[in-house]
């Protein structure tokens, strides 16, 4: 078989996605955080109650998600477009991530409130995963299970290739940048250079414009601002691994966790709450290996095309 494209491996699965209302979705991720912590639950609930969230689908109206905390009122408001696709659903449960990540600090003194993205980035994409988890497990077809394992690997691959090419890349283009001025040639050149390291040269060909298309490189107060969604997916996933090797008891650690991440170095969070050593790879292989667990289930369910009962649909 030819080698996959740079855009293949964006390319969505042949397939009808699940739609969502917006009630629905809300009971479905209250749902799901309940399951894990009733804290995280409450919190949902009263995001929900307290109309927190602007969410309606209106011309105009970029996608995405936003959320920012009003620590004196000790709420939160989140931002977001909400289409009834399972990826609206997750962004929810993202939002609520980071909502809830500024409750359980909110009554701490205002400096260590804050914390870093990196870590601001764990809370959200953590109770994603949760309710990610939920979805898999409550597929109503082979289809739809498909679908949802789909988007866990897609973002695997998005936040452990993509995102890593674009750090690639502006490491090189900033060392370069310090003996002049770059040309739109060279930005190609490093751009393909980066794409192809993090790719592993798996692709039959890359996007050397990505440069040009990629506003993130375009925050000039946040230089590498895509690093920290690498590092909180990650960590996450380590998080997250322990969270099911623990069961219920862990929702008090997680909880405490976050409590620290305005205080605390990362290494530190991680060997006080976690017993792990960041510094070793023990804990990144665990992390990576449950990035990518989907990965059996996907090939088992697709081993011979689509199941029989969801062909022609």
Same mark, same amino acid.
């Given at each position: 078989?030819d080698?996959?494209?740079?855009?293949d491996?964006?390319?969505?699965?042949?397939?009808?996605?699940?739609?969502?209302?917006?009630?629905?979705?809300?009971?479905f991720?209250?749902?799901?955080?309940?399951?894990?912590?009733?804290?995280?639950?409450?919190?949902?609930?009263?995001?929900?109650?307290?109309?927190?969230?602007?969410?309606e689908?209106?011309?105009?109206k970029?996608?995405?998600?936003?959320?920012?905390?009003?620590?004196?009122a000790?709420?939160?408001?989140?931002f977001?477009?909400?289409?009834?696709?399972?990826?609206?659903?997750?962004?929810?449960?993202?939002?609520?991530?980071h909502?809830?990540h500024?409750?359980?600090?909110?009554?701490?003194?205002?400096l260590?409130?804050?914390?870093?993205m990196?870590?601001a980035?764990? =809370? %959200? #994409?953590? @109770?994603e $995963?949760?309710?990610?988890? +939920?979805?898999?497990?409550?597929? /109503?077809?082979?289809?739809?299970?498909?679908?949802?394992?789909?988007r866990?690997?897609?973002?695997?691959?998005?936040?452990?290739?993509?995102?890593?090419?674009?750090?690639?890349?502006?490491?090189?283009?900033?060392?370069?940048r310090?003996?002049g001025?770059?040309?739109?040639?060279?930005?190609?050149?490093?751009?393909?250079?980066?794409?192809?390291?993090?790719?592993?040269?798996?692709?039959?060909?890359?996007?050397?414009?990505?440069?040009?298309?990629?506003?993130?490189?375009?925050?000039?107060?946040?230089?590498?601002?895509?690093?920290?969604?690498?590092?909180?997916?990650?960590?996450?996933?380590?998080?997250?691994?322990?969270?099911r090797?623990?069961?219920?008891?862990? =929702? %008090? #650690?997680? @909880?405490? $966790?976050?409590?620290?991440? +305005?205080?605390?170095?990362?290494? /530190?969070?991680?060997?006080?709450?976690?017993?792990?050593?960041?510094?070793?790879?023990?804990?990144?292989?665990?992390?990576c290996?449950?990035?990518?667990?989907?990965?059996?289930?996907?090939?088992?369910?697709?081993?011979d095309?689509?199941?029989?009962?969801?062909?022609?649909?």
């Amino acid at each position: 078989m030819d080698a996959p494209a740079w855009h293949d491996v964006s390319a969505p699965l042949a397939v009808h996605e699940r739609r969502w209302g917006f009630d629905e979705a809300a009971a479905f991720v209250t749902e799901q955080f309940e399951s894990f912590s009733p804290d995280m639950a409450r919190l949902a609930r009263r995001a929900f109650e307290g109309r927190w969230i602007e969410a309606e689908d209106r011309p105009g109206k970029r996608a995405g998600g936003f959320c920012t905390s009003f620590p004196i009122a000790r709420q939160s408001r989140i931002f977001m477009t909400f289409a009834g696709m399972p990826a609206n659903v997750e962004t929810l449960a993202h939002e609520l991530g980071h909502a809830f990540h500024h409750s359980v600090v909110e009554d701490l003194p205002p400096l260590v409130q804050h914390y870093p993205m990196s870590l601001a980035e764990t =809370a %959200s #994409t953590f @109770a994603e $995963l949760v309710v990610s988890e +939920g979805a898999i497990r409550q597929a /109503e077809s082979p289809h739809e299970r498909i679908a949802l394992l789909d988007r866990r690997l897609s973002a695997a691959t998005d936040y452990l290739m993509n995102i890593r090419a674009r750090f690639l890349f502006e490491t090189a283009f900033y060392r370069e940048r310090e003996q002049g001025q770059v040309s739109v040639a060279r930005l190609n050149a490093l751009m393909e250079q980066a794409q192809k390291e993090a790719y592993r040269h798996a692709l039959s060909s890359y996007h050397p414009h990505f440069w040009a298309s990629k506003l993130h490189f375009y925050l000039t107060g946040h230089p590498f601002y895509n690093f920290p969604y690498t590092f909180g997916f990650l960590f996450s996933h380590g998080v997250y691994a322990r969270a099911r090797s623990e069961g219920s008891r862990f =929702a %008090s #650690t997680y @909880a405490a $966790l976050l409590r620290d991440t +305005g205080r605390m170095t990362v290494e /530190e969070l991680a060997r006080r709450h976690l017993g792990a050593d960041l510094t070793r790879r023990a804990f990144w292989d665990e992390a990576c290996a449950a990035a990518v667990a989907p990965l059996d289930d996907f090939l088992r369910l697709t081993a011979d095309g689509m199941p029989p009962e969801e062909r022609g649909r």
